[in-house]
């Protein structure tokens, strides 16, 4: 591919053409269905003409239908009727403490926002190389580890190439496959959520996907990968994306490192949970080099706002506090786990993560139940997907958060 520069030709000299900036990242979650088609949506105007706005839209793109969309907090705190303080909000896997004080600090006396910010993120890479061990070079930050994978995608894929995906998990991966035109092939998991090795293989061998999407520990069930289960798809001639933005939580160590090693590995990881940034979107990924030297290429120069790069920094200063936060919200999560086994009809699956996965039992509705707790002020995750329909996800809070859902459910039995 490549483009034609109309202005060298001074009789054909045409004003450039840009699409839309991004739609918000919000609307990307609720988009769930990846059937492409080549079908154009003819969409009528008013007039009864066809609206010409929708054939300009690449064929693949034309069939994506959306999610229900989720609520931006204050949008949510007027339709609730009820304060943002006063809604428990443990739908989004969100760090309820927030980043450390320093990052407002540091926020409070940003410098240049009227300059553009450092493209190659050097001072944030430079703290990740400290706060991970390995060298700054192997790191790249982006908008969140949802543009990261995005970014891998456009990399890596060409349209028509397959993706091997592992639900239930991250849907972003299906959604992304999707908008860059690939074929996702599914490798559901065991009942107990842990990876089908097996079929993974036999897919690799027989449909030659080009990459695999693994999430450790798994959202939404909080399960981990152990080495050997990695270690036997890293041999597999595939490009291997292990997601590990909840890696924090689970007591096992990050394999950043291992990309110096396996030059088929790429580790994603965000501030969104650690550092209780998800608001200022700042992920980061550590790639072999013989690969990063392209994603550098393909990346948009100005991904990480001057802000974003300003608050993650400030949050690395102060390893204390995330570890203290880190603690708080595994311990928090023992304890939701043990009150969740009491309620009658909830079976929680156990987390290395800061989310419980619980089946919805005993005829009670996940989906009403959801609704019903929202009008309480108390906000879950509901699933209706093929394998998780009757199912609920609860984000680990703070101990009084875990105390109003508590209080909330005793309303059903
Ligand atoms: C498994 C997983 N990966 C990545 C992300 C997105 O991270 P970020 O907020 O850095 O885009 C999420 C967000 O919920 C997630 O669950």
New binding site residues.
């Given amino acids: 591919m490549g483009a034609i520069d109309f202005c060298q030709n001074p009789s054909i000299c045409i004003s450039k053409f840009r699409p839309n900036s991004r739609t918000e990242t919000h609307w990307k979650r609720r988009v769930s269905v990846v059937a492409s088609s080549s079908v154009p949506i003819k969409e009528k105007s008013q007039s009864g003409e066809v609206a010409r706005g929708a054939s300009f839209i690449r064929p693949h793109l034309q069939n994506l239908k959306p999610y229900q969309p989720i609520l931006p907090f204050e949008v949510l705190s007027a339709r609730l009727g009820r304060k943002p303080e006063d809604i428990v909000k443990l739908d989004?896997?969100e760090n309820p403490y927030g980043p450390p004080p320093d990052v407002l600090e540091a926020l409070g006396s940003v410098e240049f926002p009227y300059i553009y910010p450092d493209p190659e993120s050097r001072k944030l890479r430079a703290a990740l190389s400290e706060d991970s061990g390995l060298e700054s070079e192997y790191i790249l930050a982006g908008c969140?580890?949802?543009?990261l994978?995005d970014l891998i995608m456009r990399c890596v894929l060409d349209p028509g190439d397959k993706i091997v995906d592992c639900p239930p998990t991250?849907t972003?991966y299906e959604f992304d496959a999707a908008v860059n035109g690939a074929h996702v092939i599914k490798v559901p998991r065991h009942t107990d959520f842990s990876l089908d090795v097996e079929r993974i293989a036999e897919v690799v061998e027989k449909e030659k996907p080009k990459c695999i999407f693994l999430?450790s520990p798994n959202?939404p069930d909080g399960s981990i990968i152990n080495d050997t289960e990695l270690l036997e798809i890293l041999n597999m001639p595939i490009l291997v994306v292990l997601?590990e933005?909840?890696i924090e939580f689970s007591g096992i160590g990050s394999r950043m490192t291992w990309v110096k090693k396996y030059d088929n590995l790429i580790v994603?990881r965000?501030?969104?949970k650690r550092a209780g940034l998800?608001g200022l979107?700042?992920?980061y990924g550590a790639f072999p080099l013989s690969m990063i030297e392209y994603i550098w290429r393909a990346k948009q120069p100005y991904n990480v706002s001057a802000v974003a790069e300003i608050a993650a920094c400030a949050a690395l200063r102060n390893p204390t506090y995330l570890e203290n936060v880190k603690v708080a919200l595994v311990q928090e999560r023992e304890r939701l786990y043990d009150l969740l086994k009491e309620v009658p009809f909830l079976d929680p699956y156990p987390s290395h993560s800061n989310f419980i996965l619980c089946k919805v039992t005993s005829g009670v509705d996940a989906k009403k139940l959801k609704e019903d707790l929202a009008m309480m002020g108390v906000m879950i995750r509901h699933y209706a997907s093929k394998e998780l329909c009757g199912f609920v996800r609860v984000s680990v809070g703070k101990p009084q958060h875990t105390d109003a859902l508590m209080e909330a459910l005793k309303h059903f039995y």
């Fill in positions: 989004a896997n969140g580890a949802d543009e994978i991250f972003m999430t959202n997601d933005a909840y994603l965000t501030f969104s998800a979107r700042v992920g």
